[in-house]
DNA sequence: GGATAACCGAGACGGTACGTCCGGTCTTTGG
DNA sequence: CCAAAGACCGGACGTACCGTCTCGGTTATCC
């Protein structure tokens, strides 16, 4: 639990680094929660120098995320962007479901410091860099083979994509199967509406 | 702020009731959160007071909630399903401006508090049941008109635009007028994806 | 070391008083120091408590201080105010002198907390009430006795005479057989100037 | 406040050593206190140069003492000893009025650092020799024109009419024109007994 | 002239204490 | 039976200094 660490100077000390990051994660596997004061502890840093680092709780709790998830898969050319945003959708939902507990807990701590932080839309960029990054290379494939609306923003869509996982999440229905996530995708990829009678 | 009031003996006195209240939904509006310390010294309660019919704070910010959010209209019938749903997003998301302490504390249930209701579906079922009813009606109407795709389970388009709601609820994108928003709205309405070759 | 205490409801809890006056005893005369945190941490009691009671800790200190010298003597009654002074002022020294190490730990106590109090006087005239009285009383005689040269203020005699002693305290001075000391009793009690030719 | 200094390669850099004394001053001068860290920040030296020349806080303090104090003035012969003592004690207190950092050096070195100087004599002898020696050369005026009581050790004497200049600074009474300071000197120089009954 | 030694700035680091805030529990008093 | 008042323990918060450390760079001196 402890650690002794020597002096690297005025360098940033990347076991410090380490340590912190580990002690947070496993304080969020184990408790579902993280208080600084805890994971100095645990990690032997002093509060200071986790303050400097990560002054706001969300900016660890970002670091910790990311440095955990790394099963991101990018999806296979399906020749067909409808199957590739299913593939992307549930393979973000399994990560979150499989990985219990860390799943549950980290959802229990993204929607406790939700409301610390004023500039969620920012924060979530943050989140899943990579993922986003699919999303969108996914778009742009479907944009080229003629099959995504022209005129759309693909920013736009690949939030409203990602957010849907995170409604997901929030709304504790992660199993891809499900009759109900399935139809929205549809919605979602085909529209509530009738397309307006052709022409 | 403080308030001198005559004990009512064994009796539950609803002046204190009110004063807490109002406290609590002053401090929400101000913070976007809540201390039972701070309510008590608001509203001359004594903590345990408070803690004796709201043990949880989820109760409270409940009991704030529906205490002020009375404001759903049902949509007038424009004859285009298009300009009702947005009508009653709109609506919706002016209802939670920062004007009232309603959105604050519907966002503070939907976050800080998520891990107390993990279901947040049943939430959506007890706190806003107009709204759902409004929509699902502008939807059968829609499908009446023959505006709306078929095959598609109402309920489900409903959670859809509900859902749409609390995402821009939690992305701090109350502004019916923003263009992002408008182009959300878009892309559900009309589907992201080309409709299939003529035909 | 730590303690349970039973809650005495929103009167003030006479255990916990004690218990933190106690430990804070305990502390200056092992270590010299004192610290609200290692207090709070041997008494038991939250440092909240104590901020609420000694909001400084110069405060503590005093009723540390008061609550353990009670060995303070009234002077009998010599028929001379020069040797009551001699009395109270040797009675004074041995006080914190026999008291070793606790004088010798008050001392350093006293001077690390000097500087942070700007008013010393206000803080000098709360240390030792009693014997300021007892000081104050035989001058009171002494000037009934024909004794003391008159158009005094009392209080600045007063003020002199006990000073001195913590002069003494400063300079490690602390017996009262020494010869120096002696002499420079002998010079505040008869003046260090000739009297003015008789007239 | 920062400044940027050209290396001196492996000889010490004055400027920089003026510069510590320089913030140490001012700091002392602003808030009667002082810390390595802001000492650091506002000369632009690093810490370990402040630890290197200055280990202990009080050698820091008694450079800044020493660099600061030169204004001892000798008085002039009035013919009378009582005013050349007044003269002498109000152009200490005068010195170390707040207008300089010295008073509050000094003062700092009386008490906060007490514990590691505790033979505050010493200090007196390493502190102010000229104004010692003033003091003594003022009383052998005074023993020769008959003005001092015959039978007193000078050094004595000297020690508590500096002492009692050291009194004032601790009890923050500067003022030479003050009435208790006035009465208190008279106290001292005239006696505070009665001159026997006339023989 | 290249190695060596000391100086200096910068600032990271593990600690400790600070003083504040809130959570949740309790008891007394009094209507 | 209920409300008010507020003391209490616990513990996290974020900040400030402490004293130690190492880096990178500079300059004089010595071989």
Not at 66 to 90: C, R
Request: include cysteine; glycine fraction near 6%; hydrophobic fraction near 35%.
């Amino acid at each position: 639990m402890k650690a002794s660490r020597a002096s690297t100077g005025n360098r940033r000390n990347p076991e410090t680094h380490k340590a912190i990051i580990k002690a947070a994660s496993d304080l969020i596997q184990e408790t579902g929660d993280l208080t600084f004061e805890e994971v100095a502890r645990r990690s032997g840093a002093g509060k200071a120098t986790i303050y400097r680092w990560w002054p706001q709780k969300i900016e660890l709790f970002i670091e910790v995320y990311n440095s955990q998830f790394k099963t991101e898969e990018e999806p296979p050319d399906f020749g067909d962007m409808k199957k590739e945003i299913d593939f992307l959708v549930a393979s973000t939902l399994r990560t979150w479901d499989e990985s219990s507990p860390s799943g549950k807990a980290f959802l229990y701590l993204l929607t406790k410091l939700h409301n610390q932080y004023p500039n969620v839309r920012e924060m979530r960029q943050r989140f899943m860099p990579k993922q986003r990054e699919y999303f969108k290379k996914v778009l742009q494939k479907g944009l080229a083979r003629g099959q995504l609306r022209e005129g759309l923003d693909l920013d736009v869509v690949t939030d409203v994509l990602f957010g849907f996982t995170w409604h997901c999440l929030l709304s504790n229905q992660l199993d891809p199967e499900a009759v109900q996530l399935k139809q929205t995708m549809d919605i979602i990829c085909y529209g509530i509406c009738q397309p307006l009678p052709a022409g």
